[in-house]
Nanobody
Framework: QVQLVESGGGLVQSGDSLRLSCAAS????????MGWFRQAPGKEREFVAA????????YYPRSVKGRFTISRDNAKNTVYLQMNSLQPEDTAVYYC?????????????????WGQGTQVTVSS
């Protein structure tokens, strides 16, 4: 069992940066592939980043590649999402996710554990 708690969301202006954190409970954090999703009002939950167990490999969709960076600190049981050059279309609730594989953690129906979400609002 893993509990995930996100933090770091807020209101920023277009072009600003923000770093989200996701703290995980339990001693098995390093055994999970971790990821981030976002969901805007009226839209489906969208995959935005994933990182493998060691942190050596990361994965992004085209919509955020080059602007977002996922990282993890297994000693602190924490995964991060650094978001740069934020745009109004990045406005959404951002969710941390834990899964057994990169495919699993990048597919909403296959995620093992979800955080409660943190709101990110980007004004123009």
């Amino acid at each position: 069992q893993v509990q995930l708690v996100e933090s770091g969301g807020g209101l920023v202006q277009s072009g600003d940066s923000l770093r989200l954190s996701c703290a995980a409970s339990g001693r098995t954090f390093s055994s999970y592939v971790m990821g981030w999703f976002r969901q805007a009002p009226g839209k489906e939950r969208e995959f935005v980043a994933a990182i493998n167990r060691s942190g050596g490999n990361t994965y992004y969709p085209r919509s955020v590649k080059g602007r977002f960076t996922i990282s993890r600190d297994n000693a602190k049981n924490t995964v991060y999402l650094q978001m740069n050059s934020l745009q109004p279309e990045d406005t959404a609730v951002y969710y941390c996710a834990a899964g057994d594989s990169v495919v699993g953690v990048s597919t909403p129906t296959r995620v093992n554990y979800w955080g409660q979400g943190t709101q990110v609002t980007v004004s123009s």
